[in-house]
């Protein structure tokens, strides 16, 4: 089973700093990752697909890279409705899927 | 506009059964694969099932392997995910989730484009 680990499980930051979050997965899975924004109580949210692409209408100052075993989530400039906990997703074993185990973003 | 609407939750006891149900609209069910994934309080993100678009490839998570069963019914468009034997860890919000497609140019990759509103099962004597 391909294992995927995140970094740092939480973070506190400021406004309009910029946040990089880490997803390391287990064995090589190409650019088969995917990262979710989640809020208290609400369904995740898809920010990023395959690795880098930006699901439609979400804001351009996220941005994801990687490739292989190591990928990062940015954010660019962080704004009040940022603040949420962040997984990835690995699909390269799908259709089996393996999330991280969060990243939580506070202040 | 897609829609995933998950109902069935509720609070049963350890040994218990319980089905739970998503209604979807504002797309062609029957074109995508469908999967249910499990949030324990206070816990994160567990994937538990998944299935094809005909159904004829069904996978299961090994935490409820032998005790779940996934279906859908195409005409109708649902998706169920049926619970058997249900244990105290089995307590979460469950969310049913449509996979999104996109093709790079070298393979398909694949994410989880929509999601359900999360229905609560409770196991609990």
């Known amino acids: 089973d391909i294992q995927m680990t995140q970094s740092p499980s939480s973070l506190s930051a400021s406004l309009r700093d910029r946040v990089t979050i880490t997803c390391r997965a287990s064995q090589t899975i190409s650019n088969y990752l995917n990262w979710y924004q989640q809020k208290s109580g609400k369904a995740p949210k898809l920010l990023i697909y395959?690795?880098?692409k930006l699901q439609s209408g979400v804001p351009s100052r996220f941005s994801g890279s990687g490739s292989g075993t190591d990928f990062t989530l940015t954010i660019s400039s962080l704004q009040p409705d940022d603040f949420a906990t962040y997984y990835c997703?690995?699909?390269?074993?799908?259709?089996?899927?393996?999330f991280g185990q969060g990243t939580k973003l506070g202040i | 506009e897609v829609q995933l609407v998950g109902s069935g939750g509720g609070l049963v006891q350890p040994g218990e059964s319980l089905r739970l149900s998503c209604e979807t609209s504002?797309?062609?069910?029957?074109?995508?694969?469908m999967n249910w994934v499990r949030q324990a309080p206070g816990k994160g993100l567990e994937w538990v099932s998944s299935?094809?678009?005909?159904?004829?490839?069904?996978h299961y998570a090994d935490s409820v392997k032998g005790r779940f069963t996934i279906s859908r019914d195409n005409a109708k468009n649902l998706l169920y995910l049926q619970m058997n034997s249900l244990r105290a860890e089995d307590t979460a919000v469950y969310y049913c989730?449509?996979?999104?497609?996109?093709?790079?140019?070298?393979?398909?990759?694949?994410?989880?484009?929509?999601w359900g509103q999360g229905t609560l099962v409770t196991v609990s004597s």
């Open positions: 989730a449509r996979v999104g497609y996109y093709y790079d140019g070298y393979g398909y990759r694949y994410s989880f484009d929509n």
């Open positions: 299935i094809s678009s005909s159904a004829s490839t069904i």
């Open positions: 395959a690795a880098s």
């Open positions: 504002g797309f062609t069910f029957s074109n995508f694969e």
């Open positions: 997703q690995q699909s390269y074993s799908a259709p089996m899927y393996t």
